[in-house]
Nanobody, 124 residues
Framework: QVQLVESGGGLVQAGGSLRLSCAAS????????MGWFRQAPGKEREFVAA????????YYADSVKGRFTISRDNAKNTIYLQMNDLKPEDTAVYYC?????????????????WGKGTLVTVSS
């Protein structure tokens, strides 16, 4: 069983920064690709960023490219999402997700485990 717990959300003004963390508990015999997704009110869940097991490959949605950075520290079982230059349209619940795979994916249907999410609100 894999458990994911997000933290770091909050209220920030446009142009500000936040760093989200995802603390994971999982079987060390498996490899997990990780992703961040978000869901704004009235909208479908969308891909934000993904990272492979070793951390050497990262992928981003076009809407966040150049502003957000995904990283991981496998020694601490933690995944991060550094968010800079935040915009009001970034307001959403952000979810951490894990796939039993070495290859990251942007498709939420391919993720095997999900956290409960953390709310990010960006004011204008």
């Amino acid at each position: 069983q894999v458990q994911l717990v997000e933290s770091g959300g909050g209220l920030v003004q446009a142009g500000g920064s936040l760093r989200l963390s995802c603390a994971a508990s999982w079987r060390t015999s498996s490899s997990y690709a990780m992703g961040w997704f978000r869901q704004a009110p009235g909208k479908e869940r969308e891909f934000v960023a993904a990272i492979n097991w070793t951390g050497g490959r990262t992928y981003y949605a076009d809407s966040v490219k150049g502003r957000f950075t995904i990283s991981r520290d496998n020694a601490k079982n933690t995944i991060y999402l550094q968010m800079n230059d935040l915009k009001p349209e970034d307001t959403a619940v952000y979810y951490c997700a894990a796939a039993v795979s070495i290859v990251p994916t942007s498709d939420p249907d391919d993720m095997d485990y999900w956290g409960k999410g953390t709310l990010v609100t960006v004011s204008s």
